[in-house]
């Protein structure tokens, strides 16, 4: 099978394309067919050296077609995505033509109408991790305000099509104004330009239900002034750079009856976060009928893996980018 790998850290430039064996899947494991796979911001870390855990293979996520599965929990043929369980951290991950996942981080897809492969891509990472922030750590609701912030990356544009879908009311931030159009599109009540004092120029200051903060350590302070009392704020994504906080001082920063919590997909597949804690089919049957769309920003071939990862670097992806392999 043909694999893409690198064996240096560095830019995008790093990756080659390379002939390996197809690997054997054992009991408790799932070899897939990789039919495509979205890119995380994550794997650009991964490959310039700066995150803790990484392999030659990168690549997070995936969809595509069981070829074996020991257990038999999977039959061959069957329609699945597959994230996280180690996949580009300490097991060679997506970025090839086979892959081989743990059964507890597979999720068969059912019935996926006239959605492609390079549609169904989007879906896995984004969409699980979107919906358990919004679902679990923020438990919004109905006709709640959330402020999504870093909403034109993939992770955000799938926060924000699942809080709309759900009656919330968003209010999502993006660095650029000519992506307020795309937002309003999607059904944010209104578009703010992101950036440093945030809570100074929202009118909803101190009323606000929830916060979705995809931007990360740079804001999440600010972002914890944004919301009510009995408020919530889940910090889940690092657009703004891994960064540490620097003299966070809950006794002076924090404001007192905020609750405050962090969500790392890396989890799913722990007995305390499984797979089928998310309703993915449900979220398939709902794009497949229209509900809402989860198309990709942009679609590169396999080959195309270097360029692709200068898109995503260069933050102007505006939405998910995916590989068909």
């Not at 999720?107 to 919906?131: I, K, M, Q």
């Not at 034109?152 to 931030?173: D, E, K, M, P, Q």
């Not at 009392?229 to 750079?241: E, M």
Request: hydrophobic share 45%.
């Amino acid at each position: 099978m043909r694999a893409i790998q690198f064996d240096r850290f560095g830019g995008p430039e790093v990756y080659t394309i390379k002939s390996i064996p197809i690997p054997t899947p054992q009991p408790g494991e799932v070899l897939i067919n990789v039919k495509a796979f979205g890119l995380n911001h994550a794997e650009t870390h991964m490959r310039k050296g700066e995150w803790a855990e990484w392999v030659p293979i990168s690549g997070i996520e995936c969809v595509g077609i069981v070829t074996s599965c020991p257990t038999g929990v999977f039959p061959p043929g069957t329609k699945v995505a597959a994230l996280m369980g180690g996949l580009g951290r300490t097991r060679p991950g997506s970025y090839a033509e086979y892959t081989v996942a743990l059964v507890q981080n597979v999720v068969p897809l059912g019935d996926t109408g006239t959605l492609g492969w390079e549609e169904l891509a989007v879906l896995p990472e984004g969409y699980a991790t979107a919906w358990t922030c919004l679902f679990r750590n923020l438990e919004v609701k109905e006709g709640q305000v959330l402020v999504v912030r870093g909403a034109t990356s993939g992770f955000g544009i799938a926060a924000v099509n699942l809080a709309v879908a759900a009656g919330v009311r968003v209010i999502a931030t993006t660095r650029s104004r000519e992506r307020f159009g795309k937002l309003l599109e999607l059904g944010v009540e209104r578009a703010e330009i992101e950036g440093p004092g945030l809570s100074g120029r929202l009118a909803e200051t101190g009323k606000v239900d929830a916060v979705l903060d995809l931007v990360g350590n740079s804001v999440i302070l600010d972002s914890l002034k944004i919301v009510r009392r009995g408020g919530r704020v889940c910090l889940a994504g690092w657009l703004g750079g891994l960064d540490p906080i620097q003299d966070f001082n809950p006794l002076l920063q924090m404001a007192s009856g905020v609750h405050f919590s962090f969500f790392g997909s890396f989890v799913f597949g722990d007995e305390q976060f499984p797979v089928s804690d998310v309703p993915l089919r449900d979220i398939v049957d709902d794009i497949a009928k229209g509900k809402f769309s989860a198309k990709p920003a942009r679609v590169f071939k396999f080959e195309e893996i270097s360029e692709a990862h200068r898109v995503m670097e260069s933050n102007q992806a505006n939405g998910k980018l995916v590989v068909v392999v």
